[in-house]
């Protein structure tokens, strides 16, 4: 975890402001979501777009 942390903490001091901005914020909606317990329920991209493509097959 610490050198997530430290990934992060490069990025977040590499990255435009306002794309650090969005990052941080996203992060902490995971991290209220994991608080509540609620991560599990959520739809993951992949799967979304699994579904997007049978949506789409003829």
Do not use: G
């Not at 990025?11 to 992060?27: F, N, T």
């Amino acid at each position: 975890m610490d050198a997530l942390i430290e990934e992060l903490n490069a990025k977040l001091s590499y990255w435009e402001p306002a794309i650090a901005d969005q990052v941080r914020h996203c992060i902490l909606e995971i991290m209220e979501m994991a608080d509540q317990d609620v991560l599990d329920i959520l739809r993951t991209r992949t799967v979304e777009q699994e579904v997007l493509d049978l949506l789409d097959e003829p």
